[in-house]
T-cell receptor
C-alpha cells in the first residue's frame, strides 16, 4: 500500500529548542494531517492541511503542505517537556475512494528539561 | 477526549481464540475506521464503514471482520488469533465518509495474545 517516509525516527532535544520533522511520499496527497500520540493514548489531531502551499499554525506548532503535494513538515518552536510523544504525519491519497489515512512511521520526540 | 469510545481498553487472550472489540463513534459521526498499531508496522488502516456499509478496505486479514450497526457503533471481530495479532487497535470516526473530513481517534484497545 501507500507509504509515507517520516523523518527523523527519533529526536532527543533540550527544552527550549526548536524541532522540525517531515514526511515525504512518492505519490500525490490531497490532505496532510499531523497527529501526536502520548503513551497509552490514541493519536490526537494537531494540524490539518488541505491545499498545496498552505501554512498553518497551532500555538507553537507550524505545519506546511508542500507545493508538490508530496511532502509536509511540522515545526515545534521553544519545546517544553509536555511535547514529549510520538508525532505522526498522515496523508490522504489523491485517488482515495473513502476517507482512509496513510500514516508515516512516526517521530519519537524526547525533551530534556 | 476525542468523543470516540472503545472497549475493552485491555484484553489478554490465548492463541486460537476469538475476540470482539467495540467502538462508539463521536455523536453525529457516520463513518467509522479501524486501524491496527503494532511496534514494527506503525498505524495500518484495516477497514472503513459509512452509515452501516463498508466503504473502504485496507490490510485486513480474512480472519478479521467488522460491521457497523444501525446505531452507528462498530465491532471488530478477530478470530483464530495468533501471537502476531498482539497490537493496539484504534477506532476512529468522522462526520462523512468522503475525502476531506477530519478523523478523530479513540484511545485504543490493547490486545495481547499469549
Amino acid at each position: 500500500g501507500q507509504q509515507l517516509n517520516q523523518s527523523p525516527q527519533s529526536m532527543f532535544i533540550q527544552e527550549g529548542e526548536d524541532v522540525s520533522m517531515n514526511c515525504t511520499s512518492s505519490s500525490i496527497f490531497n490532505t496532510w494531517l499531523w497527529y501526536k500520540q502520548d503513551p497509552g493514548e490514541g493519536p490526537v489531531l494537531l494540524i490539518a492541511l488541505y491545499k498545496a502551499g498552505e501554512l498553518t499554525s497551532n500555538g507553537r506548532l507550524t505545519a506546511q503542505f508542500g507545493i508538490t503535494r508530496k511532502d509536509s513538515f511540522l515545526n515545534i518552536s521553544a519545546s517544553i517537556p509536555s511535547d514529549v510523544g510520538i508525532y505522526f504525519c498522515a496523508g490522504r491519497p489523491n485517488n482515495n475512494a473513502g476517507n482512509m489515512l496513510t500514516f508515516g512511521g512516526g517521530t519519537r520526540l524526547m525533551v530534556k528539561p | 477526549d476525542s468523543g470516540v469510545t472503545q472497549t475493552p481498553k485491555h484484553l489478554i487472550t490465548a492463541t486460537g481464540q476469538r475476540v470482539t472489540l467495540r467502538c462508539s463513534p463521536r455523536s453525529g459521526d457516520l463513518s467509522v475506521y479501524w486501524y491496527q498499531q503494532s511496534l514494527d508496522q506503525g498505524l495500518q488502516f484495516l477497514i472503513q464503514y459509512y452509515n452501516g456499509e463498508e466503504r473502504a478496505k485496507g490490510n485486513i486479514l480474512e480472519r478479521f471482520s467488522a460491521q457497523q450497526f444501525p446505531d452507528l457503533h462498530s465491532e471488530l471481530n478477530l478470530s483464530s488469533l495468533e501471537l502476531g495479532d498482539s497490537a493496539l487497535y484504534f477506532c476512529a470516526s468522522s462526520v462523512q465518509g468522503n475525502s476531506g473530513n477530519t478523523i478523530y481517534f479513540g484511545e485504543g484497545s490493547w490486545l495481547t495474545v499469549v
